[in-house]
Structure formats: C-alpha cells, structure tokens
C-alpha cells in the first residue's frame, strides 16, 4: 500500500523553467492538497482539490497552477520558476479523519 | 494570514519526562484541530485529532488539550522518549461549502536528550 507518493523527490530548476510535481495517491480520498514548507514558516497552503476536476486556491497559489484530471493524481505546476519558489513541497491527500502526506519534493530554482 | 500559532519555537527536554506542546489559534469557527509530527527528511505524521465540540482526548502516550475560551490547543507527550524528537505542527480544519483546508501552524522543534 503506497499511500501518498510524490515524484521526483529532488529537482533543482533554473529561474524562468517550468516543471510539474506529481502527487498519486491510492487511497481513493476526494480532497488532495499542495503544500511548500519553508524554515521558520511550517508549511503553508498552495492549492487544494475536493475532488477530480475541481481545484481551490489555498493561501500562497500565486506562480503555481494545479490540475486534478483523475481522483487519484494532483498535479502542481511551475509555469516559470523563479528562486522564491526554492522549497520542500508536500502532497496531502485526506479522508474524513486524517491526512496523509507524501515525503516531499525538494526543489531549487537558481 | 496564518491564524494558528506555537508558543515556544523550540522545546528540550530529558528522556522520561513529560513534555507539553503548546499552540493558540485564532479562528473559532474550525471545526477541528490536529497535531502532525515530522522527522528529519519525512513527511509530516498524523498522531492526534480534536473535534471542536471535544475538551480532551486520549491516544496512546499523548493528549490533546482543548480550550476554546482561550483558544488554546495543547499536546501532553508521556514519558518522552528519544524517537519523539522530532518537529511538531498543530493544525486546524474548518469545513465549509468549498471542502475542507488545513491551515498549519509554525511547528515546535522537541529534543530529547537520554
């Protein structure tokens, strides 16, 4: 049982490139969220999802898009990076009672 | 804004004490709270949810605490040990017409030392 996995788990971009973060999960949970941490900033909200087809913006979205095509997949997107996007990013996907989380993808924008 | 906070960014403590996390919130309509633990290089880890409507629940070695008059949230650890070293995040949750968003606070780092 895979439960949240999250590719790749390191990437480094440079400023201006673009790139996509895949979260799957098989745990067949409707909300699915996005996440960066940061030192001293705990992780804060990029976007959300409460089920296929439909996405929310949480509370840092801006220089990130997500797509929701099929339940068990949540697709954040880079459109053009830049060095303030240097982050661990975090996928979440929760049933009625808990989260589950993947273990991350670090990412560097030079 | 971030409307859930940590008392103490950090936290030391000797193994087999007791340990006490502390955070405050300020939204009054969430419906519920959670406490995360994350581990060097992991992902954070579900240890203890609170309902709303709850004071006190009781998980193996841990207990949340819920005071709503001062919108408080405290996780007990028992007899700590040196593997709950780790970052903890309390969380809160409110579920409206749009689903459900968890909105985290800034962590506490505990050490426990043998």
């Known amino acids: 049982n895979a439960g949240v996995t999250q590719t790749p788990k390191f990437r480094v971009l440079k400023t201006g490139q673009s790139m996509t973060l895949l979260c799957a999960q098989d745990?067949?949970?409707?909300?699915m969220y996005w996440y960066r941490q940061d030192p001293g900033m705990g992780l804060r909200l990029i976007h959300y999802?409460?089920?296929?087809?439909?996405?929310a913006k949480g509370e840092v979205p801006d220089g990130y898009n997500v797509s929701r095509l099929k339940k068990q997949n949540f697709l954040l997107g880079l459109e053009s990076a830049a060095p303030s996007q240097t982050s661990v990013y975090f996928c979440?996907?929760?049933?009625?009672?808990?989260?589950?989380f993947g273990q991350g993808t670090r990412l560097t924008v030079v | 804004g971030e409307s859930v906070g940590l008392h103490l960014p950090t936290l030391s403590v000797q193994e087999g004490d007791n340990s006490i996390i502390n955070c405050a919130y300020s939204?009054?309509?969430?419906?519920?709270f959670i406490w995360y633990k994350q581990e060097s290089g992991k992902g954070p880890q579900f240890i203890i949810d609170?309902?709303?409507?709850?004071d006190k629940r009781q998980g193996q070695r841990v207990t949340v605490l819920l005071n709503k008059t001062v919108k408080h949230l405290s996780l007990q650890i028992a007899a700590t040990q040196p593997g709950d070293s780790a970052v903890y995040f309390c969380?809160?949750?409110?579920?409206?017409?749009?689903?459900?968003?968890?909105?985290f606070g800034k962590g506490t780092t505990l050490s426990v030392s043998s």
């Open positions: 999802s409460v089920g296929e087809g439909t996405t």
């Open positions: 939204n009054s309509a969430s419906d519920y």
């Open positions: 609170i309902r709303s409507n709850m």
């Open positions: 745990m067949n949970h409707e909300y």
């Open positions: 979440a996907s929760e049933s009625p009672t808990e989260a589950f």
């Open positions: 969380a809160e949750a409110t579920i409206n017409q749009a689903g459900t968003a968890l909105i």
